[in-house]
């Protein structure tokens, strides 16, 4: 093998865990282990690709994202008991790989939600909404830190969280990660301070005018982020790991307005000499390892890069973030080590030399033709990025759980703002990893 792609095969550390390699596989939305947007179940079809993965070698597997209540029916992640028993001999067959698996919670989309028309139609009218809650919620998955236009639709305004709805997530979050832990996952990852998503928006200043401890000032802006990382190692345990997904900038120009590589502008969001002091913050409350990209959704091409963003998209915008943490940190957005970073956000670009203090790096499901390219040497490996298809649904689903899709399915059928229409469930884009 390469002597350069020698140190993503050695092992590091989030908190005491130990994680074989330096592989990651980032959360994909249609990989959740409890459903995509569905009420909760332990998903059988994800199971087995998840499992598949950690034995072609990864070294740590993100599932897809999963709120910590279901939007649709809104049940508590915690609650499912006959899921984390159905969860617990999965993790003793996929622990046999070697490989660590932790999962990725969040708090919901705020104003990131992509709603059909009808659905913002719901949202506006609070008598209908209330009659179409038990099965969604529409104000309640598009609440936000404060009263922001929806991302998807015009005339679509997101209702601020009460402090008594944040306090009882943030409880949720501990509860829900002290299950995970018992069924023998190695950790969580908060889909906190990220993709512009409902905890993003309580972070960025543009997106949150509370008056209360959740607005204001970034300690404040953050408060919600660093309370759930506390929550979670108060009743799952000191000594679990809590990793961040964590948007080193937003790179926006405002509301709906996405920046461009190599563009000059003023960042609407969260710019580099925040972030420098947001890792601190984070850190310091509780978070294990910062797992990186750029972006939100009003600037969603660096947070899922298509073809045509330039490779290592958010490749130095992150290595000058690890030089204010002291945790392990890992960078997703076509890695590929032959070719050249879009320059950092900040005045300064880190030069990351050494491959010990070199952050872990992260690549999408299809980790796999990387390893075996790396090892055998045919070709460059990780340089090619390519399209794949997920097998078939051949299982015979529950009638409850084929009624939720469909009724799901149903919900979104009608919107052209849809982000991730059924085809994109099936067919995903790999990337590289260095
Ligand atoms: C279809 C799709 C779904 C995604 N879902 C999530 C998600 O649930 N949580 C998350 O943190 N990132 C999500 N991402 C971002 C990826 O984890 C990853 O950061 C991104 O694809 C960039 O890496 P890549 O260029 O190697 O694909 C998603 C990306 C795509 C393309």
């Not at 005339?155 to 832990?181: C, Y």
């Not at 399209?387 to 919107?415: G, I, K, Y």
Request: glycine residues 6%; charged residues 20%.
């Amino acid at each position: 093998m390469n002597k350069k792609y020698e140190a993503l095969f050695t092992p590091f550390k989030i908190g005491e865990v130990e994680i074989p390699n330096r592989i990651v596989q980032c959360s994909m939305g249609g990989t959740s282990l409890f459903g995509w947007l569905e009420p909760s179940h332990f998903d059988t079809e994800a199971a087995d690709f998840l499992l598949k993965r950690a034995k072609d070698g990864v070294g740590l597997v993100l599932p897809g994202m999963q709120t910590v209540r279901d939007t649709m029916g809104k049940k508590w992640l915690d609650s499912n008991r006959s899921m984390y028993k159905q969860l617990k001999p999965y993790m003793d067959e996929y622990h046999k790989t070697g490989g660590k698996l932790f999962i990725q919670l969040a708090g919901g989309f705020g104003r990131s939600m992509a709603v059909t028309p009808w659905m913002a139609a719901l949202g506006r009218n609070d008598f209908l909404n209330k009659l179409a809650s038990p099965i969604v919620d529409v104000q309640y998955a598009c609440a936000s830190a404060s009263a922001t236009p929806n991302r998807w639709a015009d005339n679509l305004t997101s209702r601020p969280f009460t402090i008594e709805e944040i306090q009882e997530m943030v409880w949720h979050f501990g509860a829900t990660a002290k299950k995970l832990r018992e069924a023998g996952v190695d950790g969580v990852e908060i889909h906190a301070v990220h993709e512009g998503y409902n905890l993003d928006q309580f972070a960025i200043a543009n997106m949150n005018f509370r008056t209360d401890q959740y607005g204001g000032s970034l300690e404040n802006r953050l408060r919600f982020a660093c309370e759930i990382a506390q929550e979670i190692k108060k009743q799952a345990g000191s000594d679990f790991p809590v990793s961040l997904r964590y948007s080193v900038v937003s790179k926006t120009k405002g509301w709906r307005k996405g920046a461009m590589p190599y563009e000059e502008f003023e960042e609407f969001g969260r710019d580099m000499a925040e972030s420098e002091k947001a890792v601190k913050i984070l850190e310091e409350a509780g978070y294990d390892f910062f797992n990186c990209d750029n972006g939100t959704y009003d600037a969603w091409y660096w947070a899922h890069p298509p073809q045509y963003m330039p490779d290592n998209c958010n490749l130095a915008d992150v290595e000058h973030i690890k030089k204010f943490t002291n945790s392990p940190v890992a960078c997703a957005g076509r890695m590929d080590p032959g070719t050249r970073s879009v320059p950092a956000s900040a005045a300064t670009t880190a030069a990351s030399t050494s491959p010990s203090s070199r952050a872990p790096r992260t690549c999408s499901p299809w980790a796999t033709p990387c390893i075996w390219a790396a090892a055998r040497s045919t070709r460059p490996p990780c340089s090619t990025i390519a399209t794949r298809s997920f097998p078939p649904r051949t299982r015979r689903r529950s009638p409850s759980s084929a009624a939720a899709s469909a009724v799901w399915s149903a919900l979104w059928s009608s919107s052209s703002a849809v982000i991730l229409p059924s085809s994109s469930r099936r067919k995903i884009s790999w990337a590289a990893c260095s």
